[in-house]
């Protein structure tokens, strides 16, 4: 493989030091780009785009060749495990994801499928691969998967959900049963980031969106164990070490020590917890990554500047700190500002790093 002439993200990720601090955006392949649209138009359909190597490459490098960001981000969809595992993925408009087959029940659970990865998932794989030959060492790689409390949230609702009425009726009147279910989709979720890392991820990702749902009792026990079960299901490089991973529970605040306490390298902040805080909490066991409000893209280009050297100042001096929104960019958001706000991170960052 080429050797990356951009670094920076990877070196911040093992908190090294860096020139400048590095950055990307959740979801920076996406609808808030004219290109991605017309890309999309071009597929047919969301799925039709995630399922096309080659137009999932192209949508992956669109952010890359407007600004300067330090890493790229698989462009694929967190809901392809479940589906591979045979529940019937689809999308309604004005309704986002939803599941042919919920799993509603212990038939249900038992019946479902671990994944081959060549066979079933081999679409994702081929477009890591492509990424990796089309980026030509400018930036890493970023893989990435769902948590199994978060992948189990969509397959128990059938979709979204606002109230978790359904999956949280599951947790609490057949605990041992959505154990069962975590367990088979933790063991699906760490064999699709092996492979991944195989096909050429240079770093991983484990969202887990519907973590800060939960109590403390029920985080530690349904969404961190398993999330900590596929980091110690990782396998190592040839070197010996394993691939840097990045966990990130939105609203997941209350539990960054045990978070880090996994042994992962890096922990997602959002906007609800300030940088400073986190990190006297935590310490140099991890670095952080975060955590710009996404609307504040919504502002202008000056008020965007200071509230990033607000991000900047509350992390203070030193690397570790890769930035980032606190959660995905809005797809109404100007791509303009979207660049003011790479821009700022670098050009600010840098006496922060002397």
């Known amino acids: 493989m080429t050797s990356l002439k951009n670094d920076r993200f990877l070196r911040a990720l093992a908190r090294e030091p860096v020139d400048m601090t590095p950055v990307w955006m959740m979801r920076q392949a996406g609808r808030y780009l004219p290109e991605y649209r017309a890309t999309r138009a071009k597929a047919g359909s969301f799925m039709d785009l995630c399922r096309n190597p080659e137009l999932a490459c192209e949508v992956t490098l669109q952010p890359l060749d407007r600004y300067p960001l330090d890493a790229a981000i698989l462009f694929s969809d967190i809901l392809t495990v479940p589906d591979a595992m045979g529940l019937g993925l689809y999308f309604t408009t004005g309704e986002g994801p939803r599941f042919e087959r919920p799993v509603t029940d212990e038939a249900a659970v ?72 975590l367990e088979k989709v933790a063991t699906a979720v760490t064999a699709y980031l092996n492979a991944q890392v195989e096909a050429g991820a240079q770093a991983l990702m484990i969202f887990d969106t519907w973590g800060g749902a939960l109590t403390p009792q029920h985080y530690q026990s349904f969404s961190l164990d398993y999330m900590a079960r596929i980091l110690d299901g990782l396998t190592k490089q040839a070197d010996g070490r394993k691939i840097p991973i990045i966990l990130f529970t939105k609203g997941g605040g209350l539990w960054l020590e045990k978070m880090a306490a996994t042994g992962c390298d890096a922990l997602g902040v959002d ?21 710009l409000d996404p609307c504040t893209l919504y502002a202008s280009p000056e008020r965007i500047r200071e509230e990033v050297a607000k991000v900047l100042a509350s992390y203070g001096q030193g690397s570790g700190h890769i930035f980032n929104l606190g959660h995905g960019i809005h797809p109404e958001i100007d791509p303009e500002h979207a660049g003011v706000f790479v821009e700022a991170v670098h050009e600010l960052s840098r006496p922060y790093h002397q």
């Not at 189990?152 to 949280?168: D, H, I, L, P, Q």
């Not at 906007?271 to 955590?291: E, P, Y």
Request: hydrophobic letters at 40%; aromatic letters at 8%; charged letters at 25%.
């Open 271 to 291: 906007w609800t917890l300030s940088l400073a805080d986190a990190r006297s909490r935590v310490g140099d066991r991890v670095a952080l990554q975060g955590n």
């Open 110 to 181: 038992e019946a479902l499928g671990l994944p081959d990865m060549a066979e079933d998932l081999g679409y994702v794989m081929d477009a890591v691969s492509t990424i990796r030959r089309e980026l030509d060492g400018r930036v890493p790689l970023i893989g990435f998967s769902g948590s199994p409390w978060t992948l189990a949230t969509y397959m128990v609702e059938g979709g979204g959900t606002k109230n978790f009425s359904k999956v949280k009726g599951m947790m609490f009147d057949r605990p041992e049963l959505m154990h069962r279910l």
